[in-house]
């Protein structure tokens, strides 16, 4: 039976908001560590200005990357995430500058010398016009020669779990001793191309290990070939694309020209 005939329930695509900005600042607090960390560090050290992180969420890279003197604001989507990321910089003494907004497409008012997104939040953007819109929205925040660097993926067999249930994560939040737990279901969104349909069910304890609540969540993530990444960024008026990675998880840096 196809995905849409099987998943009929109205729930809408869901955000970071409410229990889960409180739930992903427990599972990845400022100064977790991605593989990719650096080589975004590396591309803001390289451009040198004022750069842009796209998804900042809680500051899980802001807060390390303004520790390390980088010149770096962000921008999410979620007040609830924003609001997690200045608790953590007002903690640390930093000074941040954060913008609540959309990035698909971006609208500051101001330009910077590094655009980049980690933890494939690009892929969130599943509608391919939205994405194209996207882009060609960072080139127009990007000044001459600046950098756009994110990571992205292309589908592999047995990526998704078959719509069946499997533990994801855990962690016990320091202030509140709440522990939460997400266990996640993935599979093919037969209604989109190139769309994994992902349910998240997030769980609270309390700290005897009793269930306090659960929410369920839908989200969908778009996948990418490097070939209609490479399309995609050129007609979005970038060059010099460059791809690190397997031929799975990739990420990809592109000048604006």
Do not use: K
């Amino acid at each position: 039976m196809a995905a849409r005939d099987q998943f009929i329930e109205r729930l809408p695509d869901r955000g970071y908001d409410g229990v889960t900005a409180l739930a992903y600042d427990a599972w990845l607090p400022p100064g977790s560590v991605f593989p990719d960390d650096a080589w975004y560090r590396h591309v803001i050290e390289r451009c040198g200005g004022t750069a842009l992180e796209l998804g900042t969420g809680n500051g899980r890279f802001l807060i390390p990357a303004r520790q390390q003197g980088l010149d770096v604001e962000g921008i999410d989507a979620s007040a609830d995430m924003l609001e997690r990321c200045r608790l953590h910089a007002a903690a640390a003494g930093l000074d941040v500058t954060l913008h609540h907004g959309d990035i698909a497409p971006l609208a500051l008012d101001r330009m910077y010398q590094a655009i980049v997104c980690p933890a494939g939040t690009f892929t969130l953007i599943v509608d391919l016009d939205r994405a194209h819109e996207a882009l060609a929205s960072y080139r127009a925040h990007l000044g001459q020669g600046g950098a756009l660097a994110f990571s992205c993926h292309t589908e592999q067999p047995g990526e998704t779990t078959g719509f069946t249930w499997r533990l994801r994560r855990t962690a016990t939040a320091a202030d509140t001793g709440i522990t939460y737990v997400a266990h996640e279901a993935t599979g093919i969104d037969d209604t989109a191309e190139q769309v994994h349909l992902w349910f998240s069910r997030v769980e609270t304890y309390d700290t005897d290990g009793r269930l306090l609540d659960t929410w369920l969540r839908r989200l969908r993530l778009r996948w990418w070939t490097r070939d209609e990444m490479t399309s995609a960024l050129a007609a979005a008026g970038f060059g010099d694309i460059e791809f690190v990675g397997d031929d799975h998880d990739w990420l990809v840096t592109a000048s604006a020209t």
